[in-house]
């Protein structure tokens, strides 16, 4: 485990990964538990966990009783009347898997998809310590391709990537219509090549083009620091998703950063887009006392079952948990779980809203459903699905953490009025040069500003934001973003810690 300090998104605080609200562009977490259980009447009485332990025999009876089902007799009848009669001919997989796919369509739940033979595989040569392309989670949400948050460190991250930009073109090829992993196999690519995506940005009129350069992206999931303040030393343990051994890799720095003394312990789940189901449970029997509720599980049918912490306790040194709308899915059971079982403090911005649990179903040629089985409730039977979680103590990062990668096709300069004025406008005032306003509106004030930059930046004093000029001022916030001095959200959680 490597000890790095926190690199926040490039003009922004938010985050979200191609994993457990959707699917990395390289890898994708499964939320599994033994709940996850694909039985049949026939296999009511078995001990089977789920339809993927079960033996391939077994698995092919589960089908062929399936088949006998009258319902999919005209699935059936379709088939044939398609392949036998259509003017072109067909193939029958592709009509399979047309049949599989409209029918989880049907479902209008972006988290339930259905990888083929090719994607499986290629995901299946993705689960590495690396893989290569642009490091980010996506989902489908109302239909569109969505970011839900780049991994920390990767080139959607430094690019600017923010959870809820949807993407509309991949190097000028529209993805409407095509399902998840299509979009995703066109996103994805080897290490030092580019990619454009096009970016519908809320609040942002016109879209965005912005070049990622694909690279290796690294699955380190848990990073450490420390901090003083008035001579107490805060322990700061940030995870960026939870896989397979991000407990692990947990356990370990909190045993470290305890026997070093700290007093304090600040968990920053930010731009964390969740993960392993099993995981975070791990993590949260280090502080939910045995016996008490760590997270509730509900069926289709209104059953709940509840987890409950085996060897937790209370730890006797204070701790606060950073979140934002990057937040999702196993990151939101670990803050809603602190907040109502261990009566921690929440610090940052309201959290993502996923409350549903995933578990692939492999069909048995080599390709997966993954298909939503459960919601996941809080330990007081909070349902944050589509809601997020509201912090306790809420606070925003500096307007400039916010802002767009610049775009500049023709110079901005005295007179002009739109929205990309108004977004050099708040990096200048961020930058310590104030614009006058950020309206948009290109004033003598704001003309002043920029020249100001440029003489500061050893430009020419033009008043004139041409793409030399628009590209200084990007770099100058990037730093501004990157240096923890202006973390107001960390600032704040360390605050209440010893408040």
Do not use: C
Not at 330 to 342: C, D, H, K, R, V
């Amino acid at each position: 485990m490597n000890v790095k300090p926190r690199y926040i998104a490039l003009l922004m605080a938010l985050a979200v990964l191609l994993g457990a609200a959707g699917s990395y562009i390289g890898i994708e977490y499964f939320a599994n538990g033994t709940e996850g259980q694909a039985k049949t009447e026939q296999y009511a009485d078995k001990d089977a966990d789920n339809f993927a332990s079960l033996s391939e025999e077994e698995q092919k009876a589960f089908l062929q009783s399936m088949s006998g089902n009258a319902d999919l007799k005209k699935v059936e009848q379709a088939f044939n009347v398609i392949q036998e009669n259509y003017v072109e001919e067909v193939e029958k997989e592709s009509l399979v898997e047309g049949a599989i796919q409209g029918m989880l369509d049907t479902l209008e739940d972006p988290y339930s998809v259905y990888m083929d033979p090719e994607t499986m595989e290629q995901f299946n040569q993705s689960i590495e310590s690396s893989f290569q392309g642009i490091g980010a989670e996506v989902s489908m949400v109302n239909d569109k391709v969505t970011i839900v948050a780049p991994i920390k460190g990767s080139p959607a991250e430094e690019a600017g990537l923010k959870p809820n930009d949807q993407i509309l073109k991949v190097d000028g090829e529209s993805v409407e219509g095509l399902d998840l992993y299509d979009a995703v196999l066109k996103i994805r690519g080897e290490k030092g090549t580019e990619v454009t995506l096009e970016i519908d940005r809320p609040g942002v009129s016109e879209p965005l083009n912005i070049d990622i350069t694909r690279d290796d992206i690294p699955l380190e999931t848990v990073y450490t620091d420390t901090k003083m303040v008035d001579g107490k030393k805060a322990g700061v343990i940030e995870i960026t998703s939870f896989s397979e051994k991000t407990s692990d890799e947990f356990h370990e720095a909190l045993e470290k950063l305890e026997n070093d003394g700290m007093e304090g312990l600040i968990i920053d789940v930010r731009g964390n887009p969740g993960g392993l189901f099993t995981d975070v449970q791990e993590i949260l029997k280090e502080f939910i006392p045995k016996e008490e509720v760590i997270v509730q599980v509900e069926d289709r049918n209104g059953e709940k079952e509840r987890y409950l912490s085996d060897s937790g306790e209370k730890k006797d040194y204070p701790i606060t948990v950073l979140m934002d709308e990057g937040s999702a899915s196993a990151s939101e059971i670990l803050a809603a779980t602190m907040q109502e079982a261990g009566g921690y403090e929440l610090v940052g911005t309201k959290s993502f809203g996923k409350g549903t649990v995933q578990q692939a179903l492999p069909m048995g040629d080599g390709s997966t459903i993954k298909l939503t089985l459960f919601k996941w409730l809080t330990p007081d039977g909070n349902w944050v699905h589509e809601k997020g979680i509201e912090p306790t103590v809420e606070v925003k990062q500096p307007e400039y953490f916010y802002t767009n990668p610049v775009e500049i096709e023709e110079p901005f300069e005295y007179n002009d009025n739109h929205e990309k004025v108004k977004n050099i406008q708040v990096m200048l005032k961020g930058l310590g040069h104030d614009p006058g306003r950020t309206d948009g509106y290109y004033s003598k004030e704001t003309e002043a500003a920029v020249e100001a930059f440029q003489e500061e930046a050893g430009l020419e004093a033009t008043g004139v934001v041409n793409q030399e000029t628009g590209g200084k001022i990007e770099e100058a916030i990037i730093a501004e973003v990157r240096n923890e001095e202006n973390d107001k959200q960390m600032q704040k959680a360390v605050e209440v810690l010893f408040q």
